[in-house]
């Protein structure tokens, strides 16, 4: 597997500071920003009521409005591999997930490549990583890290720290106020005269969606809209679609992802593989386990009572996906809230840039489904609100922005030269512009995913897109490979196929000539 390095020119960091130190001609030094970046796991800008879809409106988020009231929200955000893994390589390493090796869940990461966080450490940063780290190598680059086991628990969450001599110790509590205490402490612990990054990153709300509990009967009364796809059935989209394993009917199992249960054994009495994992349950307290069964017991039981079949047994899936689904975000809005009150109430706001964002989209039903993994768009676009000190409020941009372009950012903020080897660009420029795209700005976004085989099934594709058409090129599946075409402007919810249209041959060849040059350019080495 090939990998790029990034070489730290030598002398680089140092060279930037002091580029930002003019003491040396009697002047005070400049104080370069804070970075704090919230990344929850797996939240779809659907559930963000800032974004105004159907579903957040019956389940308001108002901490992440706020932040969105008083910063700029990104309409055209996006990953460049909609996995947990890749994602957080790419965060730390700017590069594309064939550049940093880490392609798949999993093994993967180039350890020898710099991560950011050692740059910003070099460039004077204090660095702290809280939260689900996911990825097979140590924390490193961060004075003070609390991450969790591998996809992390719900409750009674386990964290390795910097403290902690490589063990992992089980903290009591449930995982999103765990993660929110940790990075309040690392907040009251920090050196106050030097400038700090801080990563939150919520396990919340990640299959199997399990809520705290004062959230346990929150939505119970509320009947969420279907989205207007939830019935699809993929007539105009190619193989992928219809071998994936990731429908709320077929794939969504009624013990671990519903709850239910009194359904822990296969209808031949053996017990059903995902029994296991509602281990969940078994690190409660005897408080949250009773307060379980008291919220869960009684609706469950009217649940087997009714025998609900076909469309309605589907309706009742969805309603309880997105309800604890829903909970888990209501958790991680309390936790955006908190952090917001620090900031601001210890003279912060003005010197700190909020990033709030997602390490991927999600599907709430579209097309049938949840998880993500596709290049449509509820999985390729991700969350992203920035509130920026003494930028405007409310403001909400159209720019092209990738998950690429973090790494970028946060060394612009600490005034470090980005490596040649990043491809992303720092999102200042647009954001102090008010949320306008530069002149000068990508018109192209190159998509890659590669995790097959794997539980859900989707066929490994890659894609490139511009704001209006994508082309999307699965490869490996057993018919041969294929490719698809969304004209966006006119079919948001990617239902039409155009790949054969005559009307759009141009558009198709245009975006299968920038489809090459990336392949090309960035070296792709499968396709
Ligand atoms: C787990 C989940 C999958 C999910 C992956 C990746 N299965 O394997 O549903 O797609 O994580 O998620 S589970 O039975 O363990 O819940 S990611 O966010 O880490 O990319
Ligand atoms: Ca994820």
């Known amino acids: 597997m090939k990998s790029t390095s990034i070489t730290v020119p030598a002398g680089l960091a140092i060279a930037a500071m002091q580029a930002l130190a003019p003491q040396a001609q009697g002047q005070e030094a400049p104080k370069r920003l804070n970075i704090i970046h919230i990344m929850t796991d797996d939240h779809s800008y659907q559930a963000i009521s800032a974004y105004g879809h159907p579903l957040s409106r019956q389940a308001p988020t108002p901490n992440m409005d706020r932040l969105a009231s008083e910063g700029i929200r990104f309409d055209k955000a996006y990953v460049e591999n909609s996995l947990s893994t890749p994602s957080r390589a790419c965060l730390m390493t700017g590069l594309y997930s064939h550049q940093n090796g880490q392609r798949t869940l999993g093994r993967g990461i180039d350890t020898t490549v710099t991560f950011v966080s050692e740059l910003l450490q070099q460039a004077g940063y ?82 199997n969606w399990m809520p705290p509990t004062k959230y346990l009967d929150l939505y119970e009364d509320v009947t969420f809209p279907l989205p207007a796809t939830f019935h699809d059935t993929w007539s105009d ?127 709430m039903g579209e097309h049938g489904w949840f998880d993500k993994r596709f ?61 306008k795209q530069p002149c000068k700005w990508r018109k192209y976004m190159y998509y890659h995913y590669y995790d097959l085989p794997s539980e859900h099934n989707v066929l490994k594709h890659d894609g490139v897109a511009d704001k209006r058409f994508k082309l999307i090129h699965f490869y490996g599946g057993e018919n041969g490979d294929y490719d698809e075409f969304y004209d966006l402007r006119k079919d948001p919810d990617e239902m039409h196929n155009c790949i054969s249209e005559r009307r759009y041959a141009r558009r198709v060849r245009r975006l299968q000539k920038q489809l090459d040059k990336f392949r090309v350019e960035l070296k792709v080495d499968e396709y």
């Open 237 to 363: 989209k190619g193989e992928a679609a219809h071998v994936q394993r990731m429908t709320i009917d077929k794939d969504m199992t009624m013990i671990y992802d519903l709850k239910i249960e009194e359904l822990d054994v296969e209808p031949t009495g053996a017990p059903h593989p995902k029994r296991a994992l509602l281990n969940g349950l078994n690190r409660m307290d005897s408080t949250a386990r009773a307060a379980w069964e008291a919220a869960y017991g009684p609706r469950n039981k009217a649940f087997l009572e009714s025998n609900l079949e076909g469309e309605e047994l589907l309706e009742w899936k969805f309603q309880r996906y997105v309800r604890d689904y829903l909970r888990c975000i209501r958790s991680v809005d309390d936790s955006v809230g908190e952090i917001l009150e620090y900031v601001d109430s210890h003279g912060l706001a003005d010197n700190t840039i909020i990033v709030y964002t997602s390490d991927q989209g999600f599907y």
């Open 126 to 207: 204090q660095t702290a990583m809280i939260g689900k780290w996911h990825m097979q190598c140590e924390p490193k680059g961060f004075d003070w890290y609390y991450v969790l086991r591998g996809q992390g628990e719900y409750y009674t969450p386990a964290f390795k720290s910097h403290l902690s001599e490589g063990k992992y110790i089980p903290e009591e509590g449930y995982a999103t106020d765990r993660v929110t205490a940790r990075a309040i402490e690392f907040l009251e612990q920090r050196d106050p005269d030097k400038p700090f990054c801080l990563y939150v990153h919520h396990k919340a709300p990640h299959r």
């Open 375 to 435: 290049m449509y768009e509820e999985s390729f676009r991700t969350p992203l609100i920035i509130r920026y000190p003494g930028g405007r409020g409310g403001l909400v941009s159209n720019a092209f922005v990738q998950n690429l372009d973090f790494a970028p950012t946060y060394l612009d903020v600490a005034g470090v030269v980005k490596p040649e080897e990043m491809s992303g660009r720092s999102l200042l420029p647009v954001i102090k512009h008010n949320g």
